[in-house]
């Protein structure tokens, strides 16, 4: 009798610690590819503004060279869209890249104060222009760097954003150069 209530409570014990061990691997394992999937949608809202910048600024280019018959002058930093991630997912180890995220949307504000200035205070109009593109590739490819960093961190899939001879990348350093 002794022995038949051992083996039953032994049996008990490790069928619960063996049920309590794979639903944690189970558990984790979605935690983990939902911890990725927000990952990629942040990097690809970051990747997206970057876009976003460079259409902006290339379309205050051909808006130049056109002598305003085509396009508009870039005269603020795009606004940056809010994407749904949620930073939740970040450990400690990941604090710097979560700060990095946090503060973005900062930034694109004080790039935009930045341009503001030559207009709302000193009243130039070229030099807002000037600043606008100045800024505008200047969160262009910190957006694409961050995004960068976010796919290398959580391994995602790598993207290239040159569509044909559109380089997205190029055209913000280019530009980022000029000024």
Not at 13 to 27: D, F, P, Q, R, S
Not at 51 to 69: F, L, P, Q, W
Not at 103 to 131: C, H, I, K, P, T
């Amino acid at each position: 009798m002794n022995n038949l209530l051992t083996t039953i409570i032994t049996s008990s014990l490790v069928a619960t610690i063996t049920g309590a061990i794979i639903n944690g691997y189970i558990e984790d394992r979605k935690s983990k590819q939902s911890v990725r999937f927000e990952a990629l949608a942040i990097a690809v809202a970051l990747e997206g503004y970057a876009i976003i910048c460079a259409n902006k600024i290339s379309a205050h280019n051909t808006a130049v060279t056109s002598e305003g018959a085509a396009s508009l002058l870039l005269r603020s930093v795009p606004k940056f869209p809010q994407f749904s991630g949620v930073i939740r997912f970040f450990g400690p180890r990941k604090m710097s890249l979560a700060n990095r995220i946090m503060m973005f949307s900062q930034e694109v504000y004080q790039a935009n104060q930045s341009v503001a200035f030559w207009w709302e205070v000193v009243g130039d109009l070229e030099a807002m222009y000037q600043e606008a593109k100045i800024q505008g590739a200047k969160m262009g490819l910190q957006s694409l760097d961050l995004a960068r960093d976010i796919r290398e961190e959580f391994k995602l899939p790598h993207r290239i954003l040159i569509f044909g001879d559109y380089d997205i990348r190029q055209l913000l350093k280019e530009q980022n150069r000029m000024v």
